[in-house]
Nanobody, 116 residues
């Protein structure tokens, strides 16, 4: 079964940190990039950070300098270290895997709530 399993969400105060993890399994197609998107209530889902197999990364401007994405290719696992969290970071965070010749895989989402 092709799936992405996320973990690490939760409730944290402003200025705190959280680490999200996402493990991919069962994919019949090669994954060339993994990343995190987020969706706040009433807003569209947007890219937070992405990492390609070669190690290159992209970040949303709003998280640059605060969030770090990393990946363990051998484990097909991607991590998102989130520091200096702000109230505006509150959202459901979704893991994404982009694949060659197949639709993207999505996780079910994990809630991150930053309280002030």
């Amino acid at each position: 079964q092709e799936q992405l399993v996320e973990s690490g969400g939760g409730l944290v105060q402003v200025g705190g940190s959280l680490r999200l993890s996402c493990a991919a399994s069962g994919s019949k197609f090669s994954i060339y990039a993994m990343g995190w998107y987020r969706q706040a209530p009433g807003k569209q889902r947007v890219l937070v950070a992405r990492i390609f197999n070669g190690g290159s990364t992209t970040y949303a401007d709003s998280v640059k300098g605060r969030f770090t994405i990393s990946r363990d290719n051998a484990k097909n696992t991607v991590y998102l270290q989130m520091n200096s969290l702000e109230a505006d970071d509150t959202a459901v965070y979704y893991c994404n895997a982009a694949r060659l010749g197949a639709p993207d895989l999505w996780g079910r989402g994990t809630q991150v709530t930053v309280s002030s």
